[in-house]
Every structure is written in structure tokens, then in C-alpha cells.
């Protein structure tokens, strides 16, 4: 890892809004709209605040307390690395072929098997990280329209076009909004040969689709796909204001070239959305929960899903601090989303001095009340505590959880910015655990760049950087490493699925055995002296354990041993032996 240069030392100042209190663990220096100056001026920040006379009050930190802190306001130079000590890169794989220009710019990543699906506005890549420190590239399909976000499900891969084209092919050229020729939507490919996608189906939506959002229908025999798009015109064949809805197009698994729109709810009648709400950016959907959380430019949203063609409002906020409400992430739980705000649409360098801690940050909601009165209620903001230079396009951006034992933990893109790590386990009071970031791309000019989508997949840390390409990072931390016990076969992250949930967590030695009558029983690095007996229905988690004594589960709701070390059999019909040493038979089967 390169080390940072120390900037020199500065009195930092955190001004909390009226409106809402500013993170004190993230030290940046906030300057008022009224001209307040940063530390490279000859006037001290603390004293604009005073000279201002904004609704501010003031947090300021003498300067030889600051010279504690300097390491996380200094920013690395281009093409360096900075991190903190428990998160590393161990693979990349540059932009290549098709995908190669500056233009071509990566995007959204879905995950199935030892597969990546990494997106970008010319198409998307296929990789196999069976070794996740040695990707391999599988295909590449060049089928050209921004923004190239995949979803997939068996053996489907839903593609988003958000730009208009001359036709649906993948030969396609760029079209014309106005010209009903012009195609743009959702393209359906059949990915059961990951060597060789085959093009099955297209379907067009108004305005296109920035972003899809895959929901199963409760049968199984369907899976719908929630498009969100935006930008009305007066002047768009497809796409003409207003525009207050999403598509849902319904997909028949056995026959998706029948794949149709089947409803287009309008959600904000009349004046009820935001005036900058003209559609939503992103919706991620609970199938589990029939939830979904809905980041629609001027609101966030909260639905219900439980009829899958006619979502229904549940709570819906603003923020005047929230610029474009961008993308949304649940807790396990479903009693929490974390919303965020893409100030500047993504391109602009909104982690600076220049702006406020709760400006382009994440902002966290607690879900209060039950069924229909269920409501978003503001908690808190989280921003990254780094400084970055005014040519690094910064702001919060996509990410997912990790499924760490009794914590709420996720992982998160920041454009340039670089990535983050957040335990908001306490909604009012997130903590950043681990980050790693890039320098800047360029020391002259303000290039497009940085990890657009961020996310972790049964142990590791997956990021499709803008221009750099796919990053692998491995993230070593005990309060995260328990995360390993816990695996998905698929995973979309806007299609958010569920985890077993630790109703006990378990870290020190169990002399006498242990039986889980109820709930789940979690074991982080915990030893068990005796024999382990878990109920019908109830569950157990072994991460890093050592048990001295058989284990035996009878229709057990969950049963996961890894890298564990056993010291008799096991016996758990549909369980999870993985990365352990039994010294026993072993019956899951």
C-alpha cells in the first residue's frame, strides 16, 4: 500500500444543520454557503463560521488535536492506493476489448455460482472467479446502450438501455428520441452457456431503463422486472411528461421471448411527487418482506409488493438536504434503508471541503409501525471522512450488505471516492470500519471514474471501477470475517435477498454442550466442549469454531459449519459443511 503525504495540520470544523445533526466521527471541514474558507486560505475555517452568522453550531478541533486525524484528510496521488490496514486489493482485470475506452464506461454487477455478470455501457462482461484472486474472463458481449445494468436469474440475464438506439439489435447506433424507430428498454439474454450468450428477447419502456429491478412472482413460474427510467420530453415519441411510474414487464421463465410490459403504475398522481420527480432512479425490492424501497429523484419510497403488478405507497419523505435520491438499501431485518443521495448526478467533486457532511452522503431510515402505517422515520448521515481534490467525482453511490453476525454492515462505492465500509448497527450514530481508494485518474483534467458498484459475495469484496476495471478485495476484520459462514447461490442486490438472522451469538468456550431449542445460535470463533443438539426449526452458524462433540440437527430451520474444526460427526440433513475439518461422518444429504 502507498502511503499518503500528510497535508499540513488544520483546524477541522463540523457545522450541524438545524435540520439534522452532522456525523462528528466524520471530520471534514464544512464551509457555508456564505464563502467560509478551507484550510488552503489564509482564513482560519473555525472564524468564517463566526463571520458568516449561519444557523450553524460549531464543532472545532484545536490544531494539535487534528494532527491526529491528518491521515484520513490527505489524499493519495494518482494512480495510488490508500486503505485502511484491514482491507486489500488482491485481483484486478483492466477494461479490454470492446470495453477498452474511456467512454465505456463499467457499470452494475450481478452475481450466480463462481460467476460475476459485471455491466457496461457497451454491453457486459461474463468472469469466473472459482479463484477470486485470479479472475477469468469468460465472454464479452458488445451490445451497445448505456447503462448496461444486469439482473439475473437461472438462466436469464436482464440488460438495461438507457439511451435511445437506432433498433433493439446489438448492431444497433445511436437514435433519436423523437423518431418512433428508436428502440430503448429492457434486453433479455439466455446465459446457459456463460462462453456464449445467445440475444433472446427486447422490450421497450418509456424512457428506457437506468435501472431494473428483478421481483419473482409468488408461483415461481414468472419473475418481473420493475424498470425505473426518467428525463421526460416534450419532445420523446416514448417518453413524454409527465412521467410519474415505473414499467413492470412479466417474464414467463419457460417462455421469456413472451416477456411483455403488463403494468406502468403511476405512483406520484396529481402533485404528490417532489417537483424534481419525474419517474425513480432505482427501486430495491424484499420479495421476502413484499417490500421495496424506491429512490425516486426528489423521494424516497416505500412499497408494498405484495401484488407484484400494483405496488402501493407506504411512507414517502424528502430531504432538502438530498439533491437525486439514487439508490436504497435494506437491513436483514427490513427495519431499516439506508438512501442515497448522488449529488451531482455522479459526475461533480462532491467530497470536498466545499461541501457539507450530509450533502451527497447516505441518509438512514428506521421503518416504525407495522402493515399499512409502516413509515420511513430519519435516523442519520453518513459520509465518507476523506477529503478528495476538485477533480475527483465523488458522492455516495451503490453498494450492498454483509451478512456479518448481529451487525448491520454494508459495503459501498464512492465513485473516486473509492470505497467504503459502514457498521450501522446504531442508526443515529453509522462508523466507517474499513476503506480503500484509489488516487485520482488525472492531475490536470476531471475524469469520469472511480467504483461505480461495490458489493460483497460470499467472502469477498467485488467492485466495477468506472475506467480501472474489476477489483477484488479481501476484507479482514472480526467483526466482518464471521460474514464467510454465510453464501448465496444468486444475488441481485436490488433484488435484496434474506439471511439467517442470530438470535444468540456465541464467542467464548461452552463447557457441557449446547442444545438451540429456538432461534438461531451463532458461534464466532466460540468453542463447544460436549455434543450439539439443535431442534426442529430452530438453527446454527459455526464460523471459525471449534466443537468437541458430534452435531446433530433435525429439520432444523439452518444448519452452517465453516472453516470450523469438528471433533466428531455430523448429522444435519440439508446443511452446510464448508472449508472444515470433521473428524466424523458427515450426513447433510
Known amino acids: 500500500m502507498l502511503r499518503r503525504t500528510p497535508q499540513e495540520s488544520r483546524r477541522l470544523a463540523i457545522g450541524l444543520a438545524a435540520t439534522g445533526a452532522l456525523l462528528l466521527t466524520a471530520v471534514v471541514a464544512a464551509a457555508p454557503a456564505s464563502g467560509a474558507t478551507d484550510s488552503s486560505g489564509s482564513t482560519d475555517i473555525c472564524e468564517s463560521f463566526e463571520a458568516a452568522g449561519d444557523n450553524f453550531a460549531e464543532y472545532c478541533i484545536a490544531e494539535e488535536a487534528a494532527n491526529a486525524v491528518a491521515a ?36 452494475d454487477l450481478a452475481f450466480q455460482g463462481n460467476y460475476v455478470f459485471a455491466g457496461n455501457y457497451e454491453g457486459f462482461n461474463v468472469l469466473d472467479v472459482s479463484n477470486p484472486s485470479s479472475p477469468q474472463v469468460v465472454s464479452q458481449v458488445v451490445c451497445s446502450g448505456s447503462q448496461g445494468d444486469p439482473s439475473v436469474m437461472g438462466n436469464l440475464l436482464f440488460l438495461a438501455v438507457d439511451a435511445p438506439r437506432s433498433n433493439d439489435s446489438c448492431n444497433s447506433t445511436s437514435g433519436s428520441s423523437a423518431q418512433q424507430s428508436s428502440w430503448e428498454g429492457v434486453r433479455i439474454f439466455d446465459i446457459s452457456d456463460k462462453a456464449n450468450p445467445r440475444y433472446v428477447k427486447s422490450v421497450r419502456t418509456d424512457c428506457g431503463s437506468h435501472t431494473q429491478t428483478l421481483v419473482p412472482s409468488k408461483d415461481g413460474k414468472s419473475v418481473y422486472v420493475y424498470v425505473q427510467s426518467y428525463g421526460p420530453s416534450s419532445g420523446a415519441f416514448y417518453c413524454k411528461p409527465p412521467h410519474d411510474k415505473i414499467s413492470i414487464i412479466k417474464v414467463p421463465v419457460d417462455n421469456p421471448a413472451s416477456a411483455s410490459v403488463v403494468a406502468t403504475p403511476v405512483l406520484f398522481p396529481g402533485t404528490n411527487g417532489a417537483g424534481s420527480t419525474s419517474g425513480c432512479h432505482d427501486i430495491t425490492a424484499y420479495p421476502e418482506l413484499d417490500l421495496a424501497a424506491g429512490a425516486c429523484m426528489g423521494d424516497g419510497v416505500l412499497f408494498d409488493i405484495s401484488d407484484r403488478e400494483n405496488p402501493v405507497i407506504l411512507s414517502q419523505v424528502r430531504d432538502t438536504n438530498f439533491a437525486f435520491w439514487h439508490s436504497a438499501t435494506f437491513n436483514n431485518a427490513g427495519t431499516k434503508v439506508v438512501f442515497t443521495d448522488e449529488l451531482g448526478g455522479g459526475s461533480s467533486a462532491i467530497c470536498t471541503s466545499t461541501y457539507r457532511a450530509n450533502q451527497g452522503a447516505d441518509a438512514i431510515y428506521d421503518i416504525v409501525g407495522s402493515g399499512a402505517d409502516r413509515e420511513l422515520v430519519f435516523k442519520s448521515y453518513f459520509k465518507i471522512p476523506r477529503l478528495n481534490t476538485t477533480l475527483e467525482n465523488c458522492v455516495a453511490h451503490n453498494g450492498s450488505l454483509i451478512p456479518a453476525m448481529g451487525r448491520d454492515v454494508m459495503v459501498q462505492a464512492w465513485y473516486q471516492g473509492g470505497i467504503s465500509v459502514i457498521d450501522f448497527t446504531d442508526s443515529a450514530n453509522p462508523v466507517e470500519i474499513a476503506y480503500w481508494e484509489r488516487g485520482p485518474l488525472s492531475d490536470t483534467r476531471r475524469i469520469l471514474g472511480g467504483a461505480w458498484s461495490t458489493y460483497y459475495h460470499n467472502g469477498y ?11 477484488v478485495l479481501k476484507l479482514d476484520d472480526p467483526r466482518t470475517n464471521n460474514a464467510r459462514a454465510v453464501s448465496f447461490a444468486e444475488l441481485n442486490v436490488q433484488t435484496q435477498p434474506s439471511y439467517p438472522a442470530c438470535t444468540t451469538v456465541l464467542r467464548n468456550r ?67 459443511v464448508r472449508d ?3 473428524n466424523g461422518s458427515v450426513t447433510t444429504s
Do not use: M, W
Request: a negative charge; one cysteine or more; hydrophobic letters at 35%.
Open 72 to 107: 484520513a484528510n490527505t489524499t493519495p496521488g494518482v494512480d495510488e492506493i490508500a486503505s485502511s490496514p484491514n482491507i486489500q486489493q488482491i485481483a484486478n482485470i483492466p477494461k479490454f476489448g470492446g470495453f477498452a475506452s474511456e467512454g465505456a464506461y463499467n457499470s
Open 461 to 471: 469484496i467485488y467492485s466495477n471501477d468506472i475506467q480501472k476495471g474489476f477489483d
Open 510 to 576: 461452552q463447557n457441557g454442550g449446547l442444545t438451540v431449542t429456538s432461534g438461531i445460535t451463532c458461534l464466532d470463533g466460540a468453542t463447544v466442549n460436549g455434543r450439539i443438539k439443535v431442534a426442529p426449526g430452530a438453527g446454527l452458524i459455526a464460523f471459525n469454531a471449534t466443537l468437541n462433540g458430534s452435531v446433530t440437527a433435525t429439520d432444523a430451520s439452518v444448519v452452517s459449519i465453516v472453516e470450523s474444526r469438528v471433533n466428531g460427526s455430523v448429522h444435519a440433513l440439508g446443511g452446510t
Open 580 to 582: 472444515s475439518k470433521v
